[in-house]
């Protein structure tokens, strides 16, 4: 649904409110993993866990491809630790449960300003 409402959005240039939707998500996703817990859960219940981090990673494969028209280069970094050829389609494209990802690393560097 976020993909539909989101792509309309930019085409009729209505690029704030495509990105609001955006940080809106990213924010669910943020209240999601806080809920969840996974640093605590890892040692009582490791399914649970699991299943906490495997629905991040989809979240994380649906922002990759949502940033893409604001931020193309941090997509494609993003892309590259998902491990996942290039995405074309519009639309929200899952990661199969046994996909290896790639090391994670910063998406940005704190630049000081003087």
């Known amino acids: 649904k976020l993909f539909g409402e989101v792509g309309k959005l930019i085409e009729a240039a209505k690029f704030q409110a495509a990105l609001k939707k955006i940080v809106k998500f ?3 996703c943020n209240r999601y993993i806080d809920a969840k817990e996974p640093w605590k859960t890892l040692k009582t219940d490791e399914q649970r866990t699991a299943n906490t981090l ?7 494969s649906a922002l990759q491809l949502l940033i893409y028209p604001f931020l193309p280069r941090t997509a494609q970094k ?4 998902l491990n ?3 995405r074309k389609e ?9 996909h290896k990802i790639s090391q994670p690393t910063p998406l940005f560097k704190r630049v000081e300003i003087k």
Request: aromatic share 12%; charged share 25%.
């Open 54 to 60: 495997y629905v991040c990673l989809q979240a994380v």
């Open 26 to 28: 990213s924010e669910d």
């Open 84 to 86: 996942v050829t290039e």
């Open 78 to 81: 993003i892309q590259k630790q």
């Open 90 to 98: 519009w639309k929200f494209q899952p990661i199969k449960p046994d």
